[in-house]
């Protein structure tokens, strides 16, 4: 499974930016889809997943007010709206999706099977 994610690059502090991430279009309606980053010398961490029909959702408490996923199932297309972004936002992120049989929106890494190649988002103070 082919993910494509795009929309990465340099803004400064207090700027915005959107990741799109696309994905084929029989697996993205049956996939449930996360945002991950992961900076130098940390962790991968989850920022934002959201189910199947986008009902439910979960963010990162440090993007929380900040960070909005959404979907298009018509698209085949997750997004990521990046708002007041902070130095510390600065990371490559990826999207993923889980397997079929996967239903919730989870923030652990090894619950997603699929993986794109990540977007890198540096943002300048």
């Known amino acids: 499974v082919q993910l494509q994610a795009s929309g990465g690059g340099l803004v400064q502090a207090g700027g915005s930016l959107r990741l799109s991430c696309a994905a084929p279009?029989?697996?993205?309606?049956?996939?449930?889809m996360g945002w991950f980053r992961q900076a130098p010398g940390k962790e991968r961490e989850c920022v934002a997943a959201?189910?199947?029909?986008?009902?439910?959702?979960y963010y990162a408490d440090s993007v929380k007010g900040r960070f909005t996923i959404s979907r298009d199932n018509a698209k085949n297309t997750v997004y990521l709206q990046m708002n007041s972004l902070k130095p510390e936002d600065t990371a490559v992120y990826y999207c993923?999706?889980?397997?079929?049989?996967?239903?919730?929106?989870?923030?652990?890494?090894?619950?997603?099977?699929?993986w794109g190649q990540g977007t890198q988002v540096t943002v300048s103070s």
């Open positions: 993923a999706a889980r397997g079929p049989y996967g239903t919730a929106a989870t923030r652990s890494d090894t619950d997603y099977d699929y």
């Open positions: 279009g029989r697996t993205f309606g049956s996939s449930v």
């Open positions: 959201i189910n199947r029909s986008g009902s439910s959702t």
